[in-house]
Nanobody
Framework: QVQLVESGGGLVQAGGSLGLSCAAS????????MGWFRQALGKEREFVAA????????YYADSVKGRFTISRGNPKNTVYLQMNSLKIEDTAVYYC?????????????WGQGTQVTVSS
């Protein structure tokens, strides 16, 4: 069973930066893409960013383009989300996600979530 564990959430002032990380364990048996979603209070979960297995393709929501950067670690079971120029509307619980094969926004595995709060 694949498990995802996020870390790095917290409280930051608007305009600041924060980094999230996520590690996959449980020996996924083939290549997989990884991504991040977020869910603000009272809203639906939304896609944030994703990266493929080889890290040569990345995907971003329009709302975070130019501010957030997703990357993959070495070994490849770790994914990072660097968030810069944070806005109050970025406040949400951020979830790591894993999808076997190519990313198509339908991950099969989720982390437990980590809270990111951006204050004014």
């Amino acid at each position: 069973q694949v498990q995802l564990v996020e870390s790095g959430g917290g409280l930051v002032q608007a305009g600041g930066s924060l980094g999230l990380s996520c590690a996959a364990s449980g020996r996924p048996f083939r290549s997989y893409a990884m991504g991040w979603f977020r869910q603000a209070l009272g809203k639906e979960r939304e896609f944030v960013a994703a990266i493929n297995w080889s890290a040569d393709s990345t995907y971003y929501a329009d709302s975070v383009k130019g501010r957030f950067t997703i990357s993959r670690g070495n070994p490849k079971n770790t994914v990072y989300l660097q968030m810069n120029s944070l806005k109050i509307e970025d406040t949400a619980v951020y979830y790591c996600a894993l999808q076997y094969g190519s990313w198509n926004n339908r991950p099969g595995y989720w982390g437990q979530g980590t809270q990111v709060t951006v204050s004014s």
